[in-house]
């Protein structure tokens, strides 16, 4: 799978995702190029990365020796025949979450992507959040004792239905954002033993779900996943309760606005959270609360590890096992909806 530094990177898709995501984290992470990104709009992308190719397809850029890793960025529904073709062409591939658009193509890309012998991984980047990584410091260090409720929130108020197709039949909220919030919560607990979910289009003439809300039964943990676009007043991030104590946190990770602001990913001050989380501990009959200081977001962390597993020096950060026990939750939450009951894993 190794090859010399640096590798050459084709962009597949140059929408929201693509362009303030990816490009920017790609160009900026030592050892890759952005060297070819595939769009019907070269002026675009030439106006943000100006010695890049403009390849007018995907059959293009996969005809280009060059290219060692394709990385797809386009709607859901595309992903699987996307990475199908970049397997076939000898490509690697990085898939922006959701893996793919049901959990079976999820698993005949995986499949493929074995047979292969190639790197194929999902881009999990709220992994690297700075809440999550505060999280994980304060579980691992023994602060908060046993977790025994987690509740995590991605809320926003947008409730006018716009015209693009995360808000069409067969998209939606649950395929959007619970990747985000199912993946966080596997790499912290592992898979639950049940899942109950609820889910509803709340906006006025919405054709995809717009809320969510995920129960995970462990054997003492519950663990509550939740999100809604018609939420305007609440802004909690985490709601993390242990055995010692609770860590609450507000207002979303800073890396996506940074990128929307064209910020340079890696640059001084980048991944620092204005608006850090309170911890609150056990003190004899009483208790107390501090501010806990947040550990930096490292989206980049993601790309410099792809890096390191195409040349042979490091894992792949996202491996498809991974990223197919989500979309595993995804395919049970969807039928446990369906169903309105809670099911075993």
């Not at 779900?209 to 939740?226: E, S």
């Not at 809604?228 to 860590?247: C, E, I, N, P």
């Not at 207002?251 to 996506?256: K, N, W």
Request: charged share 20%; hydrophobic share 45%; proline share 7%.
């Amino acid at each position: 799978m190794s090859s010399p530094l640096p590798f050459h990177v084709a962009l597949v898709g140059y929408g929201f995702v693509g362009k303030t995501f990816h490009a920017p984290l790609i160009a900026a992470t030592p050892g890759l190029v952005l060297h070819t990104v595939v769009s019907s709009d070269p002026a675009k992308v030439l106006a943000d990365h100006p010695t890049a190719k403009v390849a007018p397809d995907l059959a293009a850029a996969l005809a280009d020796p060059a290219v060692d890793l394709v990385v797809i960025a386009t709607p859901d529904p595309l992903h699987a025949a996307q990475a199908h073709a970049a397997l076939d062409a000898g490509k690697s591939v990085v898939i922006d979450k959701p893996f793919a658009a049901t959990l079976d193509e999820a698993r005949a890309v995986a499949d493929h992507a074995r047979r292969a012998g190639k790197l194929l991984s999902v881009f999990h980047n709220r992994r690297w959040d700075s809440d999550f990584l505060t999280l994980k410091a304060l579980i691992a260090d023994g602060t908060l004792g046993e977790i025994v409720q987690y509740e995590s929130h991605f809320d926003r108020f947008r409730p006018l239905v716009r015209d693009r197709w995360r808000e069409k039949p067969g998209a939606g909220a649950l395929l959007d954002l619970g990747p985000h919030l199912i993946d966080q919560a596997q790499q912290l607990f592992g898979p639950p033993t049940g899942l109950y979910a609820d889910l509803a289009v709340q906006k006025d003439g919405g054709l995809a779900p717009d809320y969510f809300h995920l129960v995970l039964r462990y054997p003492r943990r519950r663990v509550l996943l939740h999100a809604s676009q018609m939420t305007l007043a609440s802004d909690l991030r985490l709601a993390v309760h242990g055995t010692k104590g609770s860590f609450v946190k507000s207002g979303l990770d800073q890396q996506e606005n940074a990128l929307k602001a064209g910020g340079v990913p890696g640059a001084e001050g980048w991944g620092v959270d204005p608006r850090p989380g309170t911890l609150t501990v056990a003190d004899g009959e009483a208790t107390a609360s501090r501010v806990v200081e947040g550990l930096p977001g490292d989206y980049l962390a993601y790309y410099a590890a792809i890096r390191d597993a195409l040349s042979g020096h490091g894992d792949n950060p996202v491996p498809p096992e991974e990223a197919l026990a989500v979309m595993d939750l995804i395919d049970l939450a969807q039928r446990s909806a369906a169903e309105g009951r809670e099911l075993s894993l």
